[in-house]
Protein backbone atom coordinates (compact mmCIF):
# COMPACT_ATOMS: atom_id res chain seq x y z
CA UNK A 1 0.00 0.00 0.00
CA UNK A 2 1.09 3.49 -0.70
CA UNK A 3 2.50 5.33 1.97
CA UNK A 4 3.03 2.13 3.92
CA UNK A 5 6.23 0.63 5.12
CA UNK A 6 7.75 -2.12 7.13
CA UNK A 7 8.11 -0.58 10.62
CA UNK A 8 11.16 2.10 10.80
CA UNK A 9 13.74 2.76 13.62
CA UNK A 10 13.02 5.42 15.47
CA UNK A 11 16.20 8.30 16.08
CA UNK A 12 16.99 9.83 19.26
CA UNK A 13 14.92 12.83 19.72
CA UNK A 14 15.47 13.32 23.53
CA UNK A 15 18.59 14.15 25.56
CA UNK A 16 18.99 11.06 27.17
CA UNK A 17 18.52 9.20 23.70
CA UNK A 18 20.83 11.67 21.86
CA UNK A 19 23.78 10.52 25.29
CA UNK A 20 23.10 7.24 24.44
CA UNK A 21 23.68 6.79 21.30
CA UNK A 22 26.25 9.22 21.72
CA UNK A 23 28.16 7.39 24.58
CA UNK A 24 27.65 4.12 22.82
CA UNK A 25 29.41 5.50 19.30
CA UNK A 26 32.78 6.44 21.80
CA UNK A 27 32.44 3.16 23.11
CA UNK A 28 32.60 1.76 19.89
CA UNK A 29 35.26 4.01 18.37
CA UNK A 30 37.42 4.01 21.85
CA UNK A 31 37.36 -0.16 21.90
CA UNK A 32 40.11 -0.40 19.40
CA UNK A 33 42.40 2.14 20.70
CA UNK A 34 45.34 2.01 23.31
CA UNK A 35 43.55 3.07 26.37
CA UNK A 36 43.59 2.63 30.21
CA UNK A 37 41.42 -0.60 30.57
CA UNK A 38 39.98 1.84 33.47
CA UNK A 39 38.89 4.16 31.45
CA UNK A 40 37.45 1.94 28.53
CA UNK A 41 35.22 0.43 31.52
CA UNK A 42 34.25 3.99 32.87
CA UNK A 43 32.99 4.80 29.41
CA UNK A 44 30.93 1.41 29.01
CA UNK A 45 29.66 2.31 32.34
CA UNK A 46 28.38 5.72 31.44
CA UNK A 47 26.99 3.89 27.91
CA UNK A 48 25.35 0.97 29.99
CA UNK A 49 23.51 3.57 32.69
CA UNK A 50 22.19 6.05 29.65
CA UNK A 51 21.36 2.93 27.19
CA UNK A 52 19.20 1.12 30.11
CA UNK A 53 17.27 4.02 31.70
CA UNK A 54 14.46 4.21 28.96
CA UNK A 55 14.13 0.34 28.37
CA UNK A 56 13.68 0.30 32.37
CA UNK A 57 11.39 2.79 32.70
CA UNK A 58 9.40 1.06 30.19
CA UNK A 59 9.22 -2.51 31.89
CA UNK A 60 8.05 -0.38 34.91
CA UNK A 61 5.07 1.95 33.92
CA UNK A 62 1.78 0.01 33.19
CA UNK A 63 1.61 -1.13 29.98
CA UNK A 64 -0.70 0.98 27.85
CA UNK A 65 -3.56 -0.17 26.06
CA UNK A 66 -4.41 -2.18 23.04
CA UNK A 67 -5.84 1.50 21.04
CA UNK A 68 -2.90 3.18 22.22
CA UNK A 69 -0.28 0.10 21.17
CA UNK A 70 -2.25 0.16 17.62
CA UNK A 71 -2.47 3.57 16.88
CA UNK A 72 1.65 3.49 17.72
CA UNK A 73 2.64 0.95 15.99
CA UNK A 74 0.37 2.12 12.71
CA UNK A 75 2.12 5.76 12.88
CA UNK A 76 5.41 4.15 13.01
CA UNK A 77 4.49 1.89 9.66
CA UNK A 78 3.64 5.00 8.04
CA UNK A 79 5.74 6.87 5.57
CA UNK A 80 5.87 10.69 6.72
CA UNK A 81 8.05 11.81 4.15
CA UNK A 82 6.07 10.98 1.42
CA UNK A 83 3.01 12.16 2.72
CA UNK A 84 4.54 15.20 2.93
CA UNK A 85 6.12 15.25 -0.55
CA UNK A 86 3.34 14.21 -2.40
CA UNK A 87 1.39 16.98 -0.37
CA UNK A 88 -1.18 15.27 1.60
CA UNK A 89 -0.10 16.87 4.85
CA UNK A 90 0.82 20.28 5.35
CA UNK A 91 3.53 20.09 7.95
CA UNK A 92 6.58 17.85 7.61
CA UNK A 93 5.87 15.42 10.24
CA UNK A 94 7.91 12.37 11.20
CA UNK A 95 6.93 9.55 13.64
CA UNK A 96 9.18 10.84 16.42
CA UNK A 97 6.47 13.25 16.87
CA UNK A 98 4.37 10.91 19.13
CA UNK A 99 4.70 10.86 22.52
CA UNK A 100 5.12 7.60 23.13
CA UNK A 101 4.25 5.15 26.28
CA UNK A 102 5.95 6.72 29.27
CA UNK A 103 5.06 10.28 28.50
CA UNK A 104 1.31 8.88 27.60
CA UNK A 105 1.19 7.33 30.70
CA UNK A 106 2.39 10.46 32.70
CA UNK A 107 -0.73 12.31 31.09
CA UNK A 108 -3.34 9.79 32.02
CA UNK A 109 -1.82 9.84 35.63
CA UNK A 110 -1.54 13.74 35.77
CA UNK A 111 -5.58 13.73 34.64
CA UNK A 112 -6.60 11.28 37.45
CA UNK A 113 -4.58 13.52 39.81
CA UNK A 114 -6.21 16.51 38.83
CA UNK A 115 -9.62 15.11 38.07
CA UNK A 116 -9.97 16.99 34.68
CA UNK A 117 -13.06 16.75 32.97
CA UNK A 118 -12.21 19.27 30.23
CA UNK A 119 -9.08 19.16 28.39
CA UNK A 120 -7.66 20.82 25.36
CA UNK A 121 -5.10 19.61 23.54
CA UNK A 122 -2.41 21.78 21.16
CA UNK A 123 -1.01 19.66 18.46
CA UNK A 124 -3.02 16.21 17.97
CA UNK A 125 -0.91 14.39 15.24
CA UNK A 126 -2.08 11.22 14.83
CA UNK A 127 -3.72 10.80 18.33
CA UNK A 128 -1.76 9.10 21.03
CA UNK A 129 -1.73 11.57 24.06
CA UNK A 130 -5.05 12.41 22.90
CA UNK A 131 -6.31 9.15 23.19
CA UNK A 132 -3.87 8.47 26.44
CA UNK A 133 -5.65 11.32 27.95
CA UNK A 134 -9.15 10.56 27.12
CA UNK A 135 -8.76 6.87 28.84
CA UNK A 136 -8.55 8.79 32.36
CA UNK A 137 -11.44 10.95 31.40
CA UNK A 138 -14.79 10.22 33.36
CA UNK A 139 -17.35 9.06 30.92
CA UNK A 140 -18.86 12.70 31.02
CA UNK A 141 -15.40 13.95 29.89
CA UNK A 142 -14.69 15.89 27.24
CA UNK A 143 -10.77 16.52 25.34
CA UNK A 144 -10.89 19.54 22.23
CA UNK A 145 -7.39 18.49 20.09
CA UNK A 146 -6.19 21.16 18.01
CA UNK A 147 -4.10 20.14 14.60
CA UNK A 148 -3.35 21.89 11.67
CA UNK A 149 -2.90 18.48 9.15
CA UNK A 150 -6.21 17.15 8.17
CA UNK A 151 -4.54 14.21 6.90
CA UNK A 152 -3.36 13.55 10.69
CA UNK A 153 -6.55 14.41 11.66
CA UNK A 154 -8.30 12.09 10.07
CA UNK A 155 -5.40 8.73 11.01
CA UNK A 156 -6.19 10.29 14.60
CA UNK A 157 -10.21 9.61 14.44
CA UNK A 158 -9.94 6.93 12.70
CA UNK A 159 -8.28 5.38 15.49
CA UNK A 160 -10.13 6.94 18.05
CA UNK A 161 -13.49 5.23 16.69
CA UNK A 162 -11.63 2.11 17.43
CA UNK A 163 -11.53 2.47 21.26
CA UNK A 164 -14.42 2.98 23.97
CA UNK A 165 -13.16 5.98 24.96
CA UNK A 166 -12.87 7.95 21.39
CA UNK A 167 -16.40 9.54 21.54
CA UNK A 168 -14.36 11.72 24.58
CA UNK A 169 -12.37 13.43 22.21
CA UNK A 170 -13.53 16.11 19.18
CA UNK A 171 -11.37 16.99 17.15
CA UNK A 172 -10.35 20.42 15.60
CA UNK A 173 -8.55 20.99 12.56
CA UNK A 174 -7.52 24.35 11.66
CA UNK A 175 -4.43 26.46 13.13
CA UNK A 176 -4.39 26.58 17.00
CA UNK A 177 -4.81 29.95 17.30
CA UNK A 178 -8.08 30.17 15.39
CA UNK A 179 -9.37 27.68 16.97
CA UNK A 180 -8.38 29.20 20.61
CA UNK A 181 -9.67 32.39 19.68
CA UNK A 182 -13.31 30.31 18.61
CA UNK A 183 -12.88 28.37 22.06
CA UNK A 184 -12.36 32.09 24.05
CA UNK A 185 -15.32 33.82 22.15
CA UNK A 186 -17.36 31.35 23.32
CA UNK A 187 -16.24 31.43 26.99
CA UNK A 188 -15.10 27.71 27.02
CA UNK A 189 -12.53 26.84 30.02
CA UNK A 190 -10.10 23.69 30.62
CA UNK A 191 -8.66 22.25 33.46
CA UNK A 192 -6.05 20.49 31.65
CA UNK A 193 -4.39 21.89 28.65
CA UNK A 194 -1.65 19.92 26.72
CA UNK A 195 0.92 22.24 24.48
CA UNK A 196 2.53 20.21 21.77
CA UNK A 197 2.49 21.64 18.00
CA UNK A 198 4.41 24.41 16.85
CA UNK A 199 7.58 25.59 19.12
CA UNK A 200 7.65 28.96 17.08
CA UNK A 201 3.61 29.18 19.16
CA UNK A 202 4.17 28.03 22.72
CA UNK A 203 4.69 31.70 24.09
CA UNK A 204 1.53 33.13 22.49
CA UNK A 205 -0.68 29.95 23.30
CA UNK A 206 0.69 30.08 27.05
CA UNK A 207 -0.35 33.96 26.98
CA UNK A 208 -3.92 33.64 25.02
CA UNK A 209 -4.86 30.55 27.78
CA UNK A 210 -3.81 32.67 30.69
CA UNK A 211 -5.28 36.08 28.98
CA UNK A 212 -8.37 34.79 27.66
CA UNK A 213 -9.19 32.51 30.73
CA UNK A 214 -9.13 29.28 28.41
CA UNK A 215 -6.98 27.93 31.76
CA UNK A 216 -9.82 27.72 34.31
CA UNK A 217 -8.66 29.15 37.47
CA UNK A 218 -7.38 25.77 39.38
CA UNK A 219 -6.26 24.06 35.57
CA UNK A 220 -2.67 23.26 35.06
CA UNK A 221 -0.59 24.00 31.38
CA UNK A 222 1.35 20.94 30.52
CA UNK A 223 4.22 21.89 27.66
CA UNK A 224 5.97 19.15 26.13
CA UNK A 225 9.57 19.40 24.69
CA UNK A 226 10.85 21.79 26.95
CA UNK A 227 14.20 20.19 26.56
CA UNK A 228 13.94 20.30 22.80
CA UNK A 229 17.07 17.60 22.59
CA UNK A 230 19.32 19.56 25.41
CA UNK A 231 19.36 22.75 23.17
CA UNK A 232 18.18 25.23 25.31
CA UNK A 233 21.14 23.97 28.10
CA UNK A 234 23.53 23.70 25.23
CA UNK A 235 25.83 26.45 23.35
CA UNK A 236 23.28 29.13 21.83
CA UNK A 237 25.08 29.17 18.60
CA UNK A 238 24.27 25.62 18.18
CA UNK A 239 20.77 25.78 18.01
CA UNK A 240 18.03 25.33 15.82
CA UNK A 241 14.96 27.92 15.41
CA UNK A 242 13.06 25.27 17.49
CA UNK A 243 15.64 25.33 20.53
CA UNK A 244 16.06 29.05 20.22
CA UNK A 245 12.18 29.00 20.30
CA UNK A 246 11.69 26.91 23.18
CA UNK A 247 14.68 28.90 25.07
CA UNK A 248 12.79 31.65 24.67
CA UNK A 249 9.65 29.60 26.63
CA UNK A 250 11.29 28.75 28.84
CA UNK A 251 12.48 31.91 30.07
CA UNK A 252 9.18 33.78 29.76
CA UNK A 253 7.16 30.92 31.66
CA UNK A 254 10.70 31.35 34.33
CA UNK A 255 9.67 35.38 34.21
CA UNK A 256 6.01 35.44 34.38
CA UNK A 257 4.61 35.79 38.16
CA UNK A 258 1.37 35.10 37.32
CA UNK A 259 2.36 31.20 37.57
CA UNK A 260 4.69 28.26 39.22
CA UNK A 261 6.03 25.63 37.33
CA UNK A 262 8.46 22.53 37.06
CA UNK A 263 9.94 21.01 34.19
CA UNK A 264 10.66 17.12 34.28
CA UNK A 265 13.03 15.49 32.70
CA UNK A 266 10.54 13.05 31.23
CA UNK A 267 11.32 12.18 27.23
CA UNK A 268 12.09 15.21 25.84
CA UNK A 269 11.02 17.54 28.18
CA UNK A 270 7.75 17.94 29.67
CA UNK A 271 6.70 21.54 32.29
CA UNK A 272 3.84 21.59 34.46
CA UNK A 273 2.37 25.14 34.77
CA UNK A 274 -0.04 26.19 37.24
CA UNK A 275 -1.92 29.65 37.74
CA UNK A 276 -0.69 31.73 40.84
C1 LIG B 1 4.68 16.83 18.16
S1 LIG B 1 3.25 16.62 17.21
C2 LIG B 1 2.02 16.24 18.41
C3 LIG B 1 2.18 14.87 19.01
C4 LIG B 1 1.00 14.39 19.81
N1 LIG B 1 0.65 15.30 20.87
C5 LIG B 1 1.31 13.02 20.37
O1 LIG B 1 1.62 12.91 21.52
O2 LIG B 1 1.29 12.05 19.61
C6 LIG B 1 2.85 18.25 16.74
C7 LIG B 1 1.57 18.38 15.93
O3 LIG B 1 1.20 19.76 15.93
C8 LIG B 1 0.63 20.05 14.69
N2 LIG B 1 0.72 21.50 14.47
C9 LIG B 1 1.80 22.22 14.07
N3 LIG B 1 1.48 23.52 13.99
C10 LIG B 1 0.17 23.63 14.36
C11 LIG B 1 -0.73 24.72 14.48
N4 LIG B 1 -0.34 25.97 14.19
N5 LIG B 1 -1.99 24.47 14.86
C12 LIG B 1 -2.39 23.19 15.17
N6 LIG B 1 -1.57 22.12 15.06
C13 LIG B 1 -0.30 22.34 14.68
C14 LIG B 1 1.46 19.25 13.69
O4 LIG B 1 0.75 19.06 12.48
C15 LIG B 1 1.70 17.97 14.47
O5 LIG B 1 0.76 16.99 14.14
Known amino acids: MKGVVDKPIARPVTPLGILAQELEALVQ ?28 LEQCTTSESAALAALADKTAREHWSNRFEGGETVVALEQEMLSG ?21 IGMFTGYSALAMAEALPVDGKLIACEVDPYTAEFGKAAFRESPHGDKIQVEIGPARETLDKLAAEGDSFDFVFIDADKAGYVEYFNTLLDKNLLAPSGFICVDNTLLQGQPY ?7 ANGQAIAEFNHTVATDERVEQVLLPVRDG ?5 RL
Open 29 to 56: ALDKETLPAQIKQKLRNASLLALGLDPY
Open 101 to 121: HIEGQALKMFIHMTKAKRVLE
Open 234 to 240: LSEASRT
Open 270 to 274: LTIIR
